[in-house]
């Protein structure tokens, strides 16, 4: 009954230098101050301590809830730094995005001053890729040719240059 209380008393006191998480990650360090401790007292009672160890470690259930949220309120603050850097990068994306866009307007713009014949060529293109599709449909489509853009004969500027005979 004695020893029991010693070793109660030493428990108690070893544990108070730790917080609780230094208990879970300092537990060898923690073992061998009472180790320590209790082989001096067992000593003065005539009795040999071998070793001492740390086999059952338990928390108040109040504990236990105040880290589970602390861990969850961590989660939380994990996932909404992502939403925010998914945000930037997408804001990022958009701003790069539209930077092209505008440069190949530019660009575009530029093309059509030197080179009216740049629409026709794009009217051919255009009228390539409908072509494609409708021919790869399994409907049957009837459209007038001006609606297919393949009314290549005219400018950019909407004046017919075919021949008139």
């Known amino acids: ?7 109660q008393e030493t428990l108690k006191s070893v544990v108070a230098q730790y917080n609780a998480s230094q208990l879970l990650t300092m537990r060898e360090i923690v073992s061998r101050d009472i180790r320590r401790i209790l082989t001096d007292r067992a000593f ?3 009795i040999l301590l071998d070793d001492v160890s740390i086999t059952h470690l338990t928390f108040s259930k109040l ?3 105040s880290i589970e949220a602390k861990q969850v309120a961590q989660q ?6 992502f939403v925010v850097d998914k945000a930037l990068q997408e804001k990022q994306s958009a701003i790069v995005r539209a930077q092209g866009d505008a440069q190949s307007a530019v660009l575009i713009g530029n093309q059509v001053k030197e080179n009216p014949s740049f629409i026709a060529l794009r009217k051919i293109e255009a009228a390539r890729e409908i072509a494609h599709t409708i021919a790869n449909s399994a ?3 009837y459209l007038p040719s001006d609606s297919l853009l393949l009314n290549v ?3 950019a500027d909407g004046i017919n240059t075919s021949k008139k005979k």
Request: a neutral charge.
């Open 1 to 7: 009954m004695l020893l029991h209380q010693r070793v």
């Open 153 to 155: 004969n005219e400018h």
């Open 139 to 141: 409907n049957r489509v």
């Open 44 to 46: 003065y009672f005539g």
């Open 63 to 65: 504990y236990e809830a």
């Open 76 to 81: 939380e603050a994990e996932r909404a730094k």
